[in-house]
């Protein structure tokens, strides 16, 4: 067996009509996986079958997961709206469709399969309010979610940060409750991307200084494909022993804060001075 290989691998991807999604479907189908996709927007990407579906409904959900039907090796969740849209929409679909969506999923895992997530280096200061964070995550589906997102609107505030944090911590935590299921669960923290949430929506939120102190130390936005990359080794089998990992894929960010090599704030001050 080849533990790298993705060969005769049944997986299934959210979110592959652009960006980081796009490019770890085309990955997996050049790996040789038979890959079944969703978006809100039809995939170009040659895979074994693609749906629309809006991750802010779970009807639609629960009737793709139902038509694509039987076991996975892999989940890919690569959807994602970003700060530009209303804020309880990108909770929806940052959050709670995205949870709904794996949890669907969850009992059609394979043995050793695993749930590969995307969430954001704007997570980075979860520890600050995680006591609300799992409440939210310990709410028990989707309408009990968005009723108790309705009700601390000053939290989830425009959705993007809070959504990142919440699928973090719901990740960890599972993660710890299905180890002896044998499916694991890990999540990226990416820096900024080159992606069309960057180019249409992000710059639009934020001046560009802002993402220069997240793209910091390596001074650069990374590429679609390098994000994609460690979202196929975490559900690879040579990630067998590999589960509740936030993982930044930031070149040295994280790594930065928790040293106090990186000031976030004082760089962006700093930028917007000079
Ligand atoms: N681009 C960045 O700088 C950056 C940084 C950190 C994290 N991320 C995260 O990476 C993930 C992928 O984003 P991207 O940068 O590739 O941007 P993108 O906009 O190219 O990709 C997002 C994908 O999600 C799909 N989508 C949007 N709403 C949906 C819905 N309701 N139901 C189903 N699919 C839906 C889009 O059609 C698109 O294919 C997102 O979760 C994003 O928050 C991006």
Excluded at 229 to 247: E, H, I, K, T, W
Aim: net charge negative.
């Amino acid at each position: 067996m080849d533990l790298w290989s993705y060969a005769g691998k049944r997986v299934v991807i959210a979110g592959c009509f652009s960006g980081i999604g796009e490019a770890a479907a085309r990955e997996l189908v050049r790996l040789g996986a038979e890959v079944h996709g969703v978006d809100v927007r039809e995939s170009a990407v040659p895979m074994a079958s693609f749906r629309i579906v809006d991750l802010k409904e779970p009807a639609a959900i629960d009737k793709a997961v139902e038509e694509i039907g039987g076991q996975i090796d892999g989940l890919f969740n690569c959807a994602g709206l970003p700060q530009t849209f209303p804020a309880l929409d990108v909770m929806k679909v940052n959050f709670l469709g995205m949870r709904h969506w794996t949890e669907q999923w969850i009992p059609r895992i394979n043995r050793g399969g695993g749930v590969a997530t995307i969430a954001s280096n704007a997570a980075y200061r979860l520890q600050q309010r995680l006591a609300q964070t799992l409440e939210l995550v310990a709410t028990p589906d989707f309408a009990s979610g968005l009723a108790w997102c309705e009700e601390h609107m000053g939290l989830v505030a425009d959705g993007y940060t809070f959504s990142k944090e919440a699928i973090v911590v719901y990740t960890l935590k599972r993660a710890a409750e299905l180890a002896r299921q044998g499916v694991r669960l890990n999540v990226t923290l990416p820096s900024p991307v080159a992606t069309p949430m960057m180019r249409d929506h992000f710059v639009k939120v934020a001046p560009k200084e802002v993402f220069d102190a997240f793209s910091e130390p390596v001074g650069r936005l990374s590429q679609p494909e390098e994000q994609a990359y460690p979202l196929l080794f975490l559900n690879s089998d040579a990630a067998c022993f590999v589960s509740g990992l936030a993982m930044p894929v930031d070149f040295g960010f994280t790594g930065g804060v928790n040293t106090g090599v990186l000031d976030v704030q004082k760089l962006i001050a700093g930028a917007r001075a000079g």
